[in-house]
């Protein structure tokens, strides 16, 4: 979770998004306190905007969509004038909701653009974009650490903080652009499994979780080589093919222990591990419990003991 503690807030000017702002070459970074709840407060940047949330909760509206809680390590990367209508359902004195908007200069995302489809050009031949729809997402821990230092460096007195700021700035675009593009891909590659390499063999590893999947395998789905595969998955996806195939049957593995009745080494080699140690292991990694003690946590919760004591 973020830490602002070098921020220093201004006097209350308001108890509804009090505004302290922090302005460099590349960005604008403003700090929002709100004291009190309120109902459809409007905010609109015009520039493209960076809002993480810090503390408590806000309901944000966005466009035609229906109202969502935007929550601590959350956040949205919105376009330039794009409208915002928020209400604070939880916010007091002494427990004020606080959130960040990186202001981002339309020039530096530009430049990022430029050098990612110089340097990274996407497997399919199509460009990055700037994106004209609102990302909402759960920060990885890298975008969490940029973010902090993007804090620090606004708030240090440094002769040289605009450079260092331009830096860590390119890489958090980057960062993001590459989880946009990860969601993208996972939430559309059904669709576009003709078109798409990348989409295709995440379609094929999707259908063949009980499988041997292999990454020279996967790279002739692609048509690509297995070098020139592995990059263009890892550029596009954030995560290498191996770390993908892991994640996908997990996370079948955590829906098939939902049931009861399904023992743990029947799910493991339903979901591609022979090795049920190893199963357990990496399970306990990625969720923090083994698979035992998953499902059995989740079968609690599905049916709670109504016995009267």
């Keep these: 979770m973020l830490q602002i503690d070098e921020l220093r807030s201004t006097s209350l000017q308001t108890l509804v998004e009090n505004r302290t702002t922090y302005s460099m070459e590349s960005l604008e970074l403003n700090l929002f306190e709100t004291h009190e709840s309120a109902d459809a407060v409007d905010l609109q940047f015009d520039q493209p905007v960076l809002a993480s949330m810090i503390r408590g909760r806000k309901i944000m509206h966005l466009r035609e969509e229906p109202g969502f809680a935007f929550l601590p390590g959350e956040s949205i990367l919105l376009p330039a004038n794009e409208r915002m209508v928020i209400d604070f359902p939880d916010a007091t004195e002494r427990q004020p909701t606080k959130c960040l908007a990186l202001a981002i200069d339309e020039n530096e995302v530009a430049s990022v653009l430029r050098l990612m489809n110089e340097r990274r050009p996407r497997a399919d031949g199509s460009e990055w974009s700037a994106s004209d729809y609102n990302f909402h997402f759960t920060q990885q821990p890298a975008i969490t650490q940029l973010l902090q230092r993007l804090v620090f ?14 830096m860590h700035l ?26 798409s390499p990348l989409d295709a063999v995440i379609t094929y590893v999707r259908n063949h979780l009980d499988e041997k999947l292999t990454v020279a395998q996967l790279s002739r789905i692609a048509c690509m080589s297995e070098s020139g595969f592995y990059r263009a998955f890892r550029n596009e996806l954030d995560c290498s093919p191996v770390e993908f195939i892991n994640s996908e049957r997990l996370k079948l593995a955590a829906s098939l222990l939902l049931d009861p009745q399904r023992s743990i080494r029947e799910i493991a080699l339903r979901c591609g591990f022979n090795s049920v140690s190893y199963f357990t292991r990496i399970f306990g990694e990625h969720f923090g419990s083994t698979p035992g003690a998953y499902q059995e946590e989740q079968v609690t919760l599905s049916f709670p003991n109504t016995d009267d004591k």
């Design 153 to 166: 460096l606004c708030a240090e007195g440094h002769p040289s903080k605009d450079l260092f700021v331009h």
């Design 170 to 195: 390119r890489e958090l675009l980057i960062r993001i652009m590459q989880s946009e593009s990860r969601q993208y891909h996972l939430r559309s590659a059904g669709d576009r499994a003709t078109r």
